[in-house]
Every structure is written in C-alpha cells, then in structure tokens.
C-alpha cells in the first residue's frame, strides 16, 4: 500500500509481532542520551566521550550475555538477525571448509530445513553453488525438527547444521537441545536462528548445546537495525571468517563502528525480557488459545497449521478453507496480520514454509499469522475473532464451493470446466 493510502486508512489493531514488535518506551528512554549526550564512538579511547559510549555498550553486552546465559565475550553485535546469519554461515562454512574453493574436491556438507527463513536459506543456497554440499531437509507435516531427522542426514563431511530454534510463520518449535548434543557429540557446529525465541522463552547457550546463536532487537521490542550474536568460546572454540573487513571492531568478527545506540537499546530489551518473558508467555499462550478456539470452533473447515503443542506461546497460524486470500484480507482490514501469501516480483506465491508442510497453495493462501505481543489486550483477540468469523462467513455466503461441499458433495471429485 502506498504511503498516500496509508493516511486515509483507519490504524488497525496490531497482530503482525512475528514481523516486527514495537520498541518498549523504556527501551527508547535508554537509548535516548546515547544520542546526543553519550555519542562519543566506543572505539575512541583517548576520551570522555569515548568512555562513556563504550559503557553503553558494556553493560548491554552483559545484558545480553545473562539473557542467553552466554559471557559477555561471546556476544558480538550486528546489524539484525539477517546479517548475523549470513556471518554465522558463511563464516564457519569458509572456516571449516575441507577443501578450498576451486580445488574441485567437496568443500563440505551442510545441513538445514527446507522451512528456515530466507535469511537462513539464501545463504546456504549461495554455498552451495559455491562448491559446498547442502542437504534442506524437508519438513515433517507438524512443522517440528526432530534430532533423529538431523542424526539421519549426517555425513563423515558435514561441517554445519543450522536449525531455527522457532518458526517466524507457524511458531513450531525445533528439539534444539537434542539436535545440539547429536552435532556435539560429533564435533558438527551447530547454529541455530533464534529470532522468534530469545526474549520470549528461556535460553541457556550451554544446556540447549548451542555454538552459535543469532538474534534481532526489532522482534524483542529493542530497535531496529541491531542484533546480536553468540560465538561460543569453549567447548568448543568456535571461529569463523568475517564477511566484512575493516577496523576489527567486535574480536574481529564484526568490523564496522558500533550501532551504540541500538545496542544500548537492545541491552534493555534483554534486561526487561529477563524480567517479564514469563509472565508475558504465560498471559499470550492463553490469548492465543482463545483466538485460536474462538475461530476454528465457530468456523469449520478452518485449521491450525504447525504442532498442537510445540508452538511459540504467542503465533497462531490459521487455514481457513472456501476462502480466497486476497479477498480475507480485504475484509479483515482492521487486523494488521499476515497472510499465507509472500508478494514476489510479479505474483502472490504460496508461503512455502505452508506449502513446506503440504498445505495446499490455495489453502496456504488463505492463511493468517496472527501473532500477538506484550500489548496485546483480551478485547483486540475478542474483536479480532469477531472480525474473522464475519470476514470468512461473508466470503463463504457468495462461495458456490462452499455451497457444494455444504450439500456434502465431494468436491475433489469435481471436474472443472478449465482444466
Ligand atoms: C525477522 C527474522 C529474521 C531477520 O531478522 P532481521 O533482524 O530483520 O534481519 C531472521 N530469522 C527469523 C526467524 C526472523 O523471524
């Protein structure tokens, strides 16, 4: 939609958190003198200024730490979790290589799923044309990423495994720790995406067997453009090679001059995580189930999409059959969710995280995420219901299929006049 649609359109209720979350006023009061007070560059180390920036980030750096139950000398700090994948990737592919690049041997084997975000998959799939052995596995019809699925696809030659420790569309989550301990006791680094998991549910590096962990201020209610990244130090001592290179600000692994300010943002957002993620978890896994009860109980041929109960306390992933996609959306405008359906260059595509489970492209197009947050109230999922049950119920009044199917007659049985 364009900006001039936008001033004319009623502000929605927000159920998109899985996309971005707003910042916590009190992350914004931190950041704020580290903007025009405390601005100095952390790298200056002959000042005031310089000091007092490089304690921002200090004190983030433990914030961040204690969250994860990392040292402050594992995290290095990034620009989101997009780059941090690219670094964690790449990096420990080119480190751990078996054979150099143009060599014409196998340079290594990597494993990770076919329903990992794009920031995870692109960069697996730039290896792979580089001379590396990727395996995508392919995802169970729950959504969830067993340590058998992993153990099976192991290779003598695999280097990496990477898996997201949740599902940013469906919210399943993955057997880290047992994934984590297969590949440590065969010496494999393990990665894991935890965008959708740190700040929302408890983390310790050392017990869920984690080497190299990535994450996003944005969706833990910190800023956007930070993020941060854990680089295990012992047991093993992980390298990697940097992709950017310069200053060697952050042990080397991160050149470039501190996002001071989103940093010292981030930092907060971990601290208050700390402090109110139960909470938080415990009042939006019931939300959820009310959303999620209220529409597939009032609403039949409706669905949810992922694992019953290894799900993130706050996503909800909804099919709602007899429906068109663009036409849902159209009329539950005043949700701000998404939908089963990714914007290419020149069509709508099917989420393939949905069609990666097999739900069929028309139904993955007539999905919604609804994910909620720490602001979210028990009357905006009362209203949201209402919404949705209308919206579909009006789409399915002018659906001849929904007639049919209705009559009990058997649809797939159908032959189409345009086949
Ligand atoms: C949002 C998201 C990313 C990308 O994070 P940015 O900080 O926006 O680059 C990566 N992985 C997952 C699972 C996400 O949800």
Redesign the pocket.
Known sequence: MSTKQAAHYPKPIYMDH?ATTPCDPRVVEAMLPYFTEHFGNPGSRNHKMGWDAEAGVDLAREQVAKLIGADEKEVIFTS???EG?NLAIKGAAYLYEKAPAGSGQPRGHIITGTIE?K?VLDPCKRLQKEGFDVSFLQAPPDGVYTAAMVLAAIRPDTILVSI?WAN?EIGTINEIREIGKVCKERGIIFHV?G??WVGKMPTDVNKDNIDLLTF?G??MYGPKGV?AMYVRRRGPRVRLQALQDGGGQERGFRSGTLNVTGIVGLGKACEIAMQEMEHDAMRLAKLRKKLEDGLTSRLDSSAVNGHKDKRLPHIANISFGFVEGEGLMMAIKEIACSSGSACTSASLEPSYVLKGLGVGDELAHSSLRLSLGRWTTEAEVDFAIEKIVQGVSKLREMSPLYDMYKEGIDISKIEWAHH
């Open positions: 899985a989101g979790a997009t994948n975000h920031a997201m940013n995406d965008t959708q996003s944005h969706k993020g």
